[in-house]
């Protein structure tokens, strides 16, 4: 294990009258029951995870279900709740924000007073809201917000748009693939050059992202000229770097992603400075998370490599938290 005490950049917050809100909806957050949460439960987790800190975040399904005032109301509670609790505990918790995709002037207020007033450490945006991907062009304008402000953005997956299979848990496949398909949305609208000062983290090491990797550059070559794509097959000593090399702007966590089947895919394609720890507490049941965490302190990785994923690449984001 790292020397490093871990900062958990994918950690959960069910605030308790957030969660008596939903269980009043019925909703089963990605078909489970919502978990119990507190902070006495965060931090017992944490001293038993070797983690300082944790970046809480609510998850799905966020707070927008159509009415868009209601949608205003509890991401500013829901944030100013966060905010009193890394108030007390500066050194055990950050948080990330939540907004009201896909209501957009809401979203950039609410992002302004965040940072401005409550500080957050960053915004958390699902990865598709009301079925539209983070490359929509409608939500470009919070995109320049983010970017003009230097923002760290987590992005987590939300329930997919599409009908459920029965008998395979959301959290099985499509959580993986409504973040692999926002990412290459964000590739694709040119949103990745156009915003480079975002710094986006993509949930549970970028879904299918890694393992997809060459079939996201044929995607993108496809949208090139002839000339274009033929200097690419004649050149591709440099051209597949070249186009690649996208890929490496974004951050990834390894949040119940640490194993042996997916750590190869990941390092050939990250960033070795974009890779940060992630727990994914309380959504991942404590065995599950200790599991992974088994398999990730006996991956064989250089010891540098480690200490920056337990900790030093989530300094880089999060200066406060540093030492």
Known sequence: ?????????????????????????????????????????????????????????LTIPGV???????????????????????????????FFATLTLPDVDGALAEAEYALDVLHADGIVLLANNDGRYLGDPGFQPLLEFLHQRETTVFIHPGELPAPDVPGIPSFTADFLLDTTRTAISLILSGSMKRYPGIKFILAHAGG?????????????????????????????????????????????????????????????????????YGSDFPFAPAPAIGFLTKQYENYPLDAKLREAIDRGNAEALFPRLKG
């Open 1 to 57: 294990m790292s020397r490093a005490r871990r900062i958990d950049t994918h950690q959960h917050v069910v605030p308790p009258r957030y969660a008596t809100w939903l269980h009043e909806k019925g909703i089963r957050p990605g078909g489970v029951d919502l978990p119990a949460w507190s902070e006495n439960s965060a931090l017992k987790f944490m001293d038993g995870n070797d983690i300082q800190t944790g970046i809480l975040s």
């Open 208 to 276: 299918f992202v890694p393992y997809i990797a060459y079939r996201i550059l044929l995607t993108m070559l496809n949208e090139k000229n002839k000339l274009q794509q033929a200097w690419a097959l004649i050149d591709q000593k440099h051209q597949v770097p070249k186009h690649l090399a996208v890929l490496k702007q974004f951050y990834y966590d390894i949040a119940l992603s640490s194993t042996p089947a997916a750590l190869p895919s990941l390092l050939e394609v990250a960033d070795p400075d974009h890779i940060t």
């Open 64 to 94: 927008y279900f159509g009415d868009v005032p209601e949608a205003r109301r509890w991401a500013r509670e829901i944030n100013q709740y966060c905010a009193e609790l890394v108030q007390r505990r500066p050194d055990r918790f950050g």
